[in-house]
């Protein structure tokens, strides 16, 4: 399953359905990741960090009741006992400011946030802005590079025999 387990509301009805369809000695793999910035300048990396952090977990992050993924799945009960983890890779890509907005914008949490807050429309902006101010950079938004970093964590379960 690839990064959606913590869109599920209940793990149970999910792992029932994987034992009834996977074969003994069958591998269930899920995996999910934590996005994290990144630029040229650790302190710079740090704040945009806290800033990410806060918006994306802490303020958007309650508008989904099953994030999970904050805790890279230690909290879920998978159902096998035969459990390997690997959290040794991680996906690295380019980004510009505003396509981490665009990121934001795309998630379900935000959306959730707004129907609950359609007044608040700017957060969007204010990330930008305090993103942007952190960088200290004469660039706009839209060219204004960044690293987005997820480092992934895999959990593989085996049916037994």
């Known amino acids: 399953m690839a990064s959606a387990l913590h869109f599920l509301p209940n793990h149970k009805t999910f792992f029932s359905e994987v034992d009834r369809v996977l074969k ?5 793999a899920v995996y ?10 650790e302190d710079k990396t740090t704040e945009l960090n806290k800033i990410w952090k806060y918006y994306l977990y ?3 992050g309650q508008y989904q009741p099953y994030l999970t993924t904050i805790n890279r799945y230690l909290d879920v009960d998978f159902p096998y006992s035969d459990i390997k983890r690997d959290e040794s890779i991680s996906m690295v890509s380019d980004l510009t400011v505003a396509d981490t907005i665009g990121f934001i914008e795309s998630t379900s949490m935000y959306r959730m946030y707004l129907d609950k807050h359609p007044d608040d429309s700017n957060i969007l902006d204010e990330v930008q802005n305090k993103l942007m101010a952190v960088l200290d950079v004469d660039t706009s938004p839209e060219k204004t590079l960044l690293k987005r970093v997820c480092p992934i964590f895999l959990i593989m379960c085996r049916k037994p025999k």
Do not use: F, M, V
């Open 24 to 28: 003994p000695g069958g591998c269930l």
């Open 58 to 60: 802490e303020k958007l």
């Open 32 to 41: 999910g990741y934590k996005p994290l910035l990144k630029c040229d300048d």
